[in-house]
């Protein structure tokens, strides 16, 4: 996340020929980055609850298929 406003950062400074970004704009960039970083950690933690759910739902079968 640091890195990408760092890099957000430098490269609106380059668009304006060097000149410093402003307070506001700054402060934007930062409020959308960190609810893109929040968006994906949310997204991973479905995602990590999406496959122990799969892999319990797995082994309740291989489990069943064998003490049948």
Request: one cysteine or more; a positive charge.
């Amino acid at each position: 996340m640091k890195q990408k406003m760092l890099d957000e950062v430098a490269k609106a400074i380059i668009e304006k020929n060097g000149a410093p970004i402003s307070v506001s704009n700054h402060k934007e960039m930062v409020s959308r980055i960190k609810s893109e970083a929040a968006q994906a950690h949310s997204e991973m933690l479905e995602a990590m609850a999406l496959k122990s759910k799969c892999i319990s739902t797995f082994e309740v079968n291989v489990i069943a298929k064998y003490t049948l």
